[in-house]
């Protein structure tokens, strides 16, 4: 079993920046892939970024040259840094741990772990 503790998050302006990161802990060693999904109200969970235990990483079209995820293997902790930030990020942003990156994307029990969640919302 793996635990994901999320903070960082809150409020801030357009144009504004925010991070957020998640420590791992429990059965780390099921983990080579971590990422940050998000859900605002009446849509569907997104994938916004993910990383790799080797650092490749994958963005959603419209966070490109925006946010930058990373992470720290020692630390068990991926960050994901949000610059330029505009009201159509805000969300609940939800760290998520998972095997590989295609077991990232499943999101049926038994594929990965989730956090508890973190609000971000940018005003205009």
């Known amino acids: 079993q793996v635990q994901l503790v999320e903070s960082g998050g809150g409020l801030v302006q357009a144009g504004g920046s925010l991070s957020v990161s998640c420590a791992a802990s429990?059965?780390?060693?099921?983990?080579?892939?971590m990422g940050w999904y998000r859900q605002a109200p009446g849509k569907q969970r997104e994938l916004v970024a993910a990383?790799?235990?080797?650092?490749?990483?994958n963005y959603a079209d419209s966070v490109k040259g925006r946010f930058t995820i990373s992470r720290d293997n020692a630390k068990k902790t991926v960050y994901l840094q949000m610059d330029s930030l505009e009201p159509d990020d805000t969300a609940v942003y939800y760290c998520?741990?998972?095997?590989?990156?295609?077991?990232?994307?499943?999101?049926?029990?038994?594929?990965?772990?989730w956090g508890q969640g973190t609000q971000v919302t940018v005003s205009s």
């Open positions: 990383i790799t235990s080797g650092g490749s990483t």
């Open positions: 429990g059965s780390i060693f099921s983990i080579n892939t």
């Open positions: 998520r741990a998972a095997a590989n990156m295609l077991s990232l994307k499943i999101l049926r029990p038994g594929f990965g772990s």
